[in-house]
């Protein structure tokens, strides 16, 4: 009797993936191509016990690599319904995300921003990101040209966001015409001089958009557009 060595197939085998050039053929002028197909768990059972069922008598399978054979696929399977439990997992938490993304309609949202718009006899509030206690902090308002329309002094201030509110009047006490104004905003250093602080303007949430992926939710913000949840620094009333 001739002896041949039985290999137990793996769970993890993808059909379709080689070929040889005695076996390999193609349509003429086609350019097809076969498909692979992934072999799962009950084919793999379905291979191993043919094997077991013709293996030679005189040469059994080794134990060892049957047993490890057994474990490939227990490992294969639990990852695939690990898969499919984080799957239902992750459906759960968009769902319960997009419920409570609906409670921030209408709410105010703090985002970082060096622009403002002033609607018609409106105010622009907001607030200056301070990361060190300073004698004196001020908010510079310019128009489209560049030409400063107001300057806020905040004065003394801590460690921390600072707030301001800005009117819409100009220097001179007039009212300054609706549109975008850019906001700049620095503060006295431990040195002589003064040192640029990042800028936060207020805006209404007016919807709320899931993304898919890694994406996550985006506001739409009055008078700032499309802004990420990840770069709201803060939501209020």
């Not at 009117?167 to 850019?182: C, L, V």
């Not at 985006?218 to 209020?236: C, P, W, Y």
């Amino acid at each position: 009797m001739t002896t041949s060595t039985v290999l137990f197939p793996n769970p993890n085998y993808v059909a379709g993936s080689s070929s040889s050039s005695g076996s390999s053929s193609s349509a003429s002028g086609t350019g097809a191509t076969a498909s692979s197909t992934t072999l799962g768990g009950t084919d793999f059972l379905t291979l191993m016990l043919a094997q077991l069922k013709n293996q030679d008598p005189t040469s059994p399978v080794d134990s060892n690599q049957f047993l490890s054979q057994l474990a490939s696929l227990s490992t294969v399977q639990g990852i695939t319904q690990l898969n499919t439990s984080f799957s239902s997992l992750s459906s759960s938490l968009v769902s319960s995300q997009a419920l409570q993304a609906s409670s921030l309609l209408g709410h105010q949202a703090l985002v970082s921003s060096t622009t403002a718009t002033l609607a018609a006899n409106g105010t622009v509030t907001g607030a200056v990101s301070v990361p060190q206690t300073t004698s004196q902090a001020v908010v510079n308002i310019s128009d489209s040209t560049g030409a400063l329309v107001q300057q806020i002094n905040l004065g003394a201030q801590s460690t921390g966001m600072a707030n301001f509110s800005w009117d819409g009047k100009a220097a001179d006490g007039s009212q300054a015409p609706a549109g975008t104004y850019t906001l700049s905003a620095q503060y006295a250093g431990a040195t002589s001089g003064s040192t640029a602080a990042t800028t936060y303007v207020n805006g209404t949430v007016q919807s709320v958009t899931m993304g898919a992926g890694t994406t996550g939710l985006t506001l739409s913000v009055s008078g700032l557009g499309s802004v990420a949840f990840s770069n709201v620094q803060q939501i209020s009333n």
